[in-house]
């Protein structure tokens, strides 16, 4: 379970509470660069993940072969925090608002409603949002929107490694 999740931030009255300030302090510091690709929407699809320690920095990727673009956004986010091997104050940075506004913004509400959109329907990629909450509640998260294809580093390599997944994924089948 998160250090600093929505229960023990009312429990211990708000975030910035000094209880939490020797626990973030501890807490590896790792920034996330994710992206997904596709090729036809439906179609082949990649996902590309860069997470940076310090110095130290891990690029993963894959693909699958019929999937959507939003899947892979989704994906790269998971595999990313996926990586993640103890309890981190995690930065992540994605070029999807679909993934950042679904992951902030609207993910309560679709529990709350058993899974609907406020329009009453099922909501779409429900098996990744669930797998994506539960890793997220095991971290400290701040999410982060980056403009995509518009010089960004971090950005522009996750690009190119979510193209390699949809490549080697192609390649191999």
Sequence with gaps: MALLTSESRRWFGGADHTFFQPL?????????????ACRRNPGPGGWGV?????????????????????RMELMAAIKALEALKE??????????????????????????????????????????????????????????WVKGHAGDPGNERADALANQGLDQTLAEH
Excluded at 53 to 69: F, I, M, P
Excluded at 88 to 102: A, K, L, N, P, Q
């Design 87 to 144: 309890i981190c104050f995690v930065e992540i940075y994605t070029d999807s608002v679909y993934v950042r506004d679904g992951i902030t913004k609207w993910l309560a509400q679709w529990r709350e409603r058993g899974w609907r959109t406020a329009a009453k329907k099922p909501v779409k990629n429900q098996d990744l949002w669930a797998q994506l909450a539960e890793l997220v509640e095991k971290q400290e998260v701040n999410w982060h």
């Design 24 to 36: 973030l302090v501890l807490m590896k510091k790792i920034k996330i660069f994710t992206d997904g």
């Design 50 to 70: 860069i997470l940076q320690y310090q110095d130290h920095v891990r690029e993963l990727c894959g693909g699958e072969l019929e999937t959507t673009n939003n």
